[in-house]
């Protein structure tokens, strides 16, 4: 059984799921999404004596970024997106910032290529290429906890919007099908907004991928 653990904060203005993984026993973080407040983030997860080492974007949006260049400055962590994302991570008017009064940018340190295994503190994950809510969404797989990180992709029986820049109805749908649904079925899925649930689950339940 795996000691990898997952903890999560809920931030921003649409109550964005953040999640931090970290092995039982040990203080060292791999930092999912900073929706928002890095210096809270930082300071939160520093009264648990937790050490950010490395932030990883599922997608550009805001309510995902908000909280990364503060967070990266206190903690010194790099941050990792996929290299379909630039556009929205280095764009305000894209990533919808600017509509929302507050533009934000980020340009992380390292962009990763579907497929790609990064290991941080002494935890792999791997990158799934998941376009369909924006073009380089993406989500990260813990394979041996059984865990995925599904950014706005995939919720609880039902699905990331696709209205917005490069987003697309066809390509979410297929990134389900063929990326995610490919997993194992009880492999557990933490998604950007709700309640946690499983690739089984959602191939059962889940409406929009009928």
């Known amino acids: 059984m795996s000691d ?42 520093k009264e648990k004596d937790l050490h950010v080492k490395g932030i990883l ?33 280095e764009d305000a008017v894209v990533n919808v910032s600017e509509q929302v009064g507050r533009p934000y940018t ?14 941080i503190a002494g935890m792999t994950c791997k990158l799934i290429a998941t376009p369909g809510h924006t073009v380089g969404s993406c989500c990260y797989y813990f394979e041996e906890a059984g865990i995925l990180i599904a950014g706005d992709t995939l919720f609880q029986e039902s699905v990331g919007r696709t209205d917005l820049a490069t987003g697309s109805a066809g390509a979410l749908v297929r990134s389900i099908k063929d990326k995610l649904f490919t997993l194992p ?8 907004h709700g309640d946690v649930t499983t690739i089984g689950n959602e191939k059962q339940y889940n409406p929009f991928v009928q």
């Open 4 to 45: 990898l653990k997952i903890g999560r904060l809920m931030l921003g203005i649409v109550q964005t799921n953040c999640y931090f993984v970290y092995r039982e026993g040990t203080n060292e973080v791999i930092f999912i999404d900073p929706a928002d407040k890095g210096d809270y983030i930082y300071e939160t997860l």
């Open 57 to 89: 974007l599922t997608h550009g949006h805001f309510d995902h970024i908000w909280g990364c260049n503060k967070l990266r400055e206190l903690s010194g962590a790099p941050i990792y997106a996929y290299e379909e994302e630039k556009v929205l991570c």
């Open 106 to 119: 980020v340009i992380p340190d390292r962009y990763l290529k579907d497929g790609e295994e990064i290991t």
């Open 185 to 192: 079925d009880d492999t557990k899925v933490y998604p950007g």
